[in-house]
């Protein structure tokens, strides 16, 4: 479905659809490639939800947000938050 990608909201997009092979294998549409920058060797973590279905997260992106959130976790707290033990 090359060049048909939809662009939505919040840069999100749809790219296509991809059917799974006898192998459970997908192909990621170009236009996705193209979009986060894909190579051929890149790593992408698998997400599943059994109600809202599977996601394809680059590693790297990920990696970067969970270093983020973990980093604000570590952040000293006020003064306030100490006294009550929080």
Not at 19 to 40: C, S
């Amino acid at each position: 479905m090359a060049g048909k990608l939809i662009e939505g909201p919040d840069g999100r997009y749809i790219v296509g659809t991809v059917k799974i092979g006898e192998k459970g294998q997908i192909v990621i549409p170009k236009d996705a490639r193209d979009l986060l920058d894909l190579q051929p060797g890149d790593t992408l973590l698998v997400l599943v939800d059994r109600k809202q279905g599977i996601a394809l997260v680059d590693n790297e992106r990920f990696r970067h947000f969970a270093t983020g959130v973990l980093a604000a976790q570590q952040e000293p707290t006020t003064g306030d938050d100490q006294e009550t033990g929080r």
